[in-house]
């Protein structure tokens, strides 16, 4: 069973910066792509920053230049540093996985239980 968790939501500040986690654990044999993404009240889910395997990134304009994903392959972790944010930033993010499991034979994607990031004055 693979299990992805993630941390480091909370409450800032309009301008403040917060840096997001997600370890995946469990039964894997590799990880391929991953990615967050970000849910507002009333909104679709929308694809937020994603990171190949090759370490080629890509971002959703409403972030580039603000956000940056990164990897640490050793840890089975993707981060999300946000900075300059802003108060249309705030939603449940949730960060998604193309893994293959070391009991499986194809690549499925796994996805985190959310974490809230609400940017408030």
């Known amino acids: 069973q693979v299990r992805l968790v993630e941390s480091g939501g909370g409450l800032v500040q309009p301008g403040g910066s917060l840096r997001l986690s997600c370890e995946a654990s469990?039964?894997?044999?590799?990880?391929?792509?991953l990615a967050w993404y970000r849910q507002a009240p009333g909104k679709q889910r929308e694809l937020v920053a994603e990171?190949?395997?090759?370490?080629?990134?890509n971002y959703a304009d409403s972030v580039k230049g603000r956000f940056t994903i990164s990897r640490d392959n050793a840890k089975d972790t993707v981060y999300l540093q946000m900075n300059s944010l802003k108060p249309e930033d705030t939603a449940v993010y949730y960060c998604?996985?193309?893994?293959?499991?070391?009991?499986?034979?194809?690549?499925?994607?796994?996805w985190g239980q959310g974490t809230q990031v609400t940017v408030s004055s």
């Open positions: 998604a996985a193309n893994i293959l499991s070391s009991h499986g034979t194809r690549w499925s994607w796994y």
């Open positions: 469990g039964s894997i044999f590799r990880i391929n792509d």
């Open positions: 990171i190949t395997s090759r370490d080629s990134t």
